[in-house]
């Protein structure tokens, strides 16, 4: 361990280990198989790339995206690291070059999908050379009830099976306890380590929202809080993606419409131009973001409703991985559930599939209507206590109102059980109000007793009614029948006036919170040093142009916060600061100690121009 201290700092630039880093390596240099959850951002990396770096032979990494491979690889050997992929993008002659250098020992570590580390031939290369470990990342693909389930991944026990002396590490920053016992069992991890660190992000602020216009919704969010700032825009439908990328270039944002259905090459264009652009946004379906590795993210947002919180915790957890602040924002409505469930019923999937996708679709609506902290709850779900709320997701910042709802849902069950179960809820809704139309009158609903029984409310407040007791258990959404609304067992107390019923009311326009520029410069930032970081910043930029890379390879933005707050004269100083090793200390350290001494200088009053770098 002090071989792995050592290296952490000199190669990667950090003082010390956190969360069970020192502990997983160690299981690994000992020779110990590890199962180990961490969250998005916590330095999973390092707990494999330290012990392939000290044990001999080469470390095998499993990687299910081979877009990222790439620039995973570059980031490597940014730091003097010997890393390559072997991947289908490459061509023949790259290939062997690649092979030669593992069977001559000149490798760190390899990068490979699932697919191609199961073939024969893959299989017969790592039988002839050292093999330090094997990484599996994103772990969770191998549940067939999660998620990302990739089948490939429940393959993988055959690497247990045929290398039995190679410890491995399956690792995942997504999995509840169904999961967890999954990938034991599919990856024979039986014996393994487990470490299971808190699944809290601190960092990030929940903001979920209910109810219309979640489009402008999103803008006047975006330009309040992320004027210029990367981030990702989660939509369900491919269509819905290409509009909402299209209508924010209207707005004169940078966003890159990103799904399954786009060219390849184009795909690859829009995540390459992401990653080393700054105040990129991309405009996904799911189809983007497992294993992205960039950490400026400083928002991701969704504009339907997640199908899991798993899902939610994956993507929400593509925010702020260098650990500064960020948001994970969240318009939801009644129509996502109702779509959610029908794509569940639609599929091919068996019924124990989509009674648990129904289960998780459940959950997560309740952590929408939740009136008390959502990260206690977040947590919660993934077997985690919080002992106090966070003060820092919207509930915590600014507590909903609640009223007292018991007769108005009262109302709402009764119009669902005198109408006969076979409505929706915009019907619903126009019953309650007294709407006098054609097809009311054709079913003689308007001779109903519940007719125009709710106008003290308004569509908006009966939709957010109907929602809430969905949400709670008292109404089903009948898929099979067009989205019609369904009493449950649950509702028998409610309408008997055994119970009383408490719901949020719908949120008013929220006073202006700090943005995530200000909660940074309210840190480290002190807003005389953030000149220098924008010109720490454009120099960053330029020498990444220079080497096509991203130019978080170069430095996180954390790192350049603190060049700029502690101003290093000299390459000893620049060396104590965070994510400062030798290598990058050699490759850039004249530069930036340039830049940071000109801005300095006694005779000038202010940064130097543009062209001084």
Known sequence: MDAARDLLRRRFGYDDFRLNQAAIIEALLAGRDVLALMPTGGGKSLCYQIPALLREGTGIVVSPLIALMQDQVDAL????????????????????????ALRRGELDLLYLAPERLLAESTLRLLDDVPLALFAIDEAHCV??????????????????????????????????????????????????????????RPNIRYLLSEGGNARERLWRFLEREHPEDAGIVYCLSRKKVEDVARWLQTKGRTALPYHAGLPEAVRAEHQARFLREEGVIIVATIAFGMGIDKPDVR????????????????????????????DAWLAYGLQDVITLRQMTQDSDADERYKKIIHHKLEAMLGLCELTTCRRQALLAYFGEVRDAPCGNCDNCLEPPETWEATEAARKALSCVYRTGQRFGVNYLI??????????????????????????????????????????????????????????????????????????????????????????????????????????LRALRARLAREQNVPPYIIFHDNTLVAMARHRPTGETELLQLPGVGEAKLDRYGRAFLDAIAAAIAPSQGELPADDTY
């Open 299 to 326: 928002f991701v947002a969704h504009l339907n409703l997640p199908k899991s919180i798993e899902a939610y915790y994956q993507e929400t957890g593509r925010a702020g991985r260098d650990g500064l602040p960020a």
């Open 143 to 200: 549940s067939q009830w999660g998620h990302d389930f990739r089948p490939e991944y429940r393959q993988l026990s055959l690497l247990h099976e045929r290398y039995p002396q190679v410890p491995r590490i399956a690792l995942t920053a997504t999995a509840d306890a169904r999961t967890r016992a999954e990938i034991v069992e599919q990856l024979a991890l039986e014996a393994a380590a487990v470490f299971v660190n808190s699944f809290d």
């Open 77 to 100: 050997r940014q730091l003097g690291i010997r890393a390559a992929f072997l991947n289908s993008t490459q061509d023949a002659d790259t290939r062997r070059a690649v092979e030669t």
């Open 430 to 535: 126009d019953v309650l109000t007294g709407k006098d139309d054609e097809r009311i009158r054709r079913f003689g609903h308007d001779r109903l007793q519940v007719h125009g029984l709710g106008r003290e409310l308004n569509g908006s407040e009966w939709r957010s009614v109907f929602r809430q007791l969905i949400a709670r258990g008292y109404l089903r959404v009948d898929v099979d029948g067009h989205g019609a609304l369904q009493l449950t067992e649950a509702c028998r107390p409610l309408l008997r006036g055994e119970q009383t019923l408490q719901l949020r009311r719908l949120k008013k326009a929220s006073r202006k919170p700090k943005s995530v520029r200000e909660k940074i410069a309210a840190g480290d930032l002190r807003p005389e040093d953030e000149p220098l970081f924008d010109r």
